[in-house]
């Protein structure tokens, strides 16, 4: 999990989620980044969440 305080994403997000999947292995879940937007989706096999949809993350965790 990665959290960014930003409200775009950039390409740095996305490849640093990737590389701490890669490091992980076949241990990894998929790897989700929450930041400041509102939207949520998947980009490059990395979730997108908002921070507004809190209650969603328990159910991950």
């Known amino acids: 999990m ?5 409200q ?10 990737q590389k ?11 790897p989700w980044l929450i930041y400041g937007g509102d ?3 998947e980009r490059s096999g990395v979730t997108i969440m908002s921070w507004r949809d809190s209650t969603q993350w328990i159910d991950i965790m």
């Open 2 to 6: 990665e959290i960014k305080s930003g």
């Open 8 to 17: 775009t994403i950039t390409s740095d997000y996305i490849r640093a989620g």
């Open 20 to 30: 701490a999947a890669r490091f992980a292995g076949e241990e990894a879940l998929q």
């Open 39 to 41: 939207d949520a989706y």
